[in-house]
């Protein structure tokens, strides 16, 4: 599968069969493949300091760190990339709230993405108020 990394901004091939049985062929799977891409390709500590965070760090917390990073470094990067249409980073941005652990500062962005796309589909749905004089 063929994936548009806003950071490297071009085409990456990735497959995870791992993250393929958890979420099949949807965007939270291509979202998924992003970040682990982005943890291996974009952050150079992570390859070099596995080791050596696993000697004296636990690595699911040091993980989780880097993973929450690449989230928002990605999210920054569809915003300004324009291969993404509005309509793909609404739905990337909310693809990536079924990824594990999502922190604080990482749910923040996504909801700064999601709630105001929410607001204004509602305000379509009624119709607006008359003033009666």
């Known amino acids: 599968m063929k994936l548009h990394c806003p950071i490297c901004k071009g085409k ?3 497959e995870s069969q791992y993250l393929r049985s958890i979420f099949g062929d949807s965007i939270t799977y291509k979202v998924a493949c992003l970040v682990t891409h982005y943890r291996h390709y974009h952050v150079s500590y992570y390859n070099n300091g596995v080791s050596y965070v696993a000697k004296f760090y636990d690595y699911s917390v040091f993980k989780i760190k880097v993973n929450n ?8 990067g569809i915003l300004k990339d324009p291969y993404y249409s509005p ?14 652990y999502n922190d604080e ?4 962005m996504i909801n700064t ?12 749905f009624f119709d607006p108020i008359e003033n009666e004089s």
């Open 12 to 14: 990456i091939q990735y």
């Open 69 to 76: 990073r690449a989230k928002r470094q990605l999210l920054r």
């Open 105 to 108: 500062k990482t749910l923040e």
């Open 87 to 100: 309509d793909d980073i609404i739905n990337f941005a909310t693809a990536m709230l079924q990824l594990q």
């Open 113 to 124: 993405i999601i709630v105001p796309k929410q607001k204004s589909t509602l305000d379509d």
